[in-house]
């Protein structure tokens, strides 16, 4: 079946623009999350989507980065005035309970 | 912060060979998860230990959990250079927190034909 699938694969960016991110998570799933990867290392916890109860934004690293999730199924995560720093893979997973599945990622660069 | 620290940071075996990687975490969880990454890309479920199980089989894959000492490994038996990727462990945390996963920095796992 269909996994979870995210839009672009790759966004290269000037600094100071506005990003926006896509995750179809796989139908059914009542969980969404969104994490961030830099070169080599794991990954950060940025915000989680559980049914139509409000959003853990606990990991968003500032109020640049937003998530919306409409419809409890597709969701998109908005980095305004990018900076050098936001350069990394943004990944999306979907979660039934408690095992995650992962899209392939955005790789995104803030030139 | 990081929670799960997996070691080694890299491993590299000849094909056939047995891979342990073991993980060490901080504070009490509801579970311990393993996944599989390839080219920095998604990850991939490899296998879930909940806090009162100490092992587990999946295939290839043992994985014991020792909460006492908060460690957990992971071992791929008879390797294939198709097993090399980048291994995390993921550590759910209880009280509410579970559905939480936290990352450590991963093993680089290298299997050599």
């Known amino acids: 079946g269909a996994g979870v699938s995210q839009s672009p694969s790759n966004k290269v960016t000037e600094k100071g623009k506005d990003v926006e991110l896509r995750c179809d998570p796989i139908?059914?799933?009542?969980?969404l999350y969104w994490y961030r990867q830099s070169l080599g290392q794991g990954l950060e916890f940025l915000i989680y989507?559980?049914?139509?109860?409000?959003?853990?934004k606990s990991g968003l690293p500032s109020d640049r980065f937003s998530a919306e999730r409409t419809g409890g199924s597709v969701s998109t995560l908005t980095i305004q005035r990018t900076q050098q720093e936001d350069s990394a893979v943004y990944l999306c997973?979907?979660?039934?309970?408690?095992?995650?599945?992962f899209g392939p990622g955005t790789r995104l660069t803030v030139t | 912060s990081q929670q799960g620290e997996e070691d080694p940071q890299a491993l590299s075996i000849q094909e056939g060979e047995n891979a342990t990687m073991n993980c060490s975490y901080k504070?009490?969880?509801?579970?311990l998860q393993w996944y599989r990454q390839n080219s920095g890309r998604g990850l991939v479920h490899l296998i879930l230990?909940?806090?009162?199980?100490r092992e587990k089989h999946s295939g290839r894959l043992r994985v014991t959990l020792d909460t006492s000492k908060k460690s957990s490994s992971l071992l791929i038996t008879a390797s294939r250079a198709a097993d090399t990727a980048s291994y995390f462990c993921?550590?759910?945390?209880?009280?509410?927190?579970?559905?939480?996963?936290?990352f450590g920095k991963g093993t680089l796992l290298t299997v050599n034909p």
């Open positions: 997973a979907s979660s039934p309970s408690n095992e995650q599945y």
């Open positions: 139908s059914g799933h009542t969980a």
């Open positions: 989507f559980q049914g139509n109860s409000a959003p853990d």
């Open positions: 504070t009490s969880i509801n579970n």
């Open positions: 230990i909940r806090s009162n199980e």
């Open positions: 993921a550590t759910a945390g209880q009280l509410g927190s579970n559905y939480k996963l936290t």
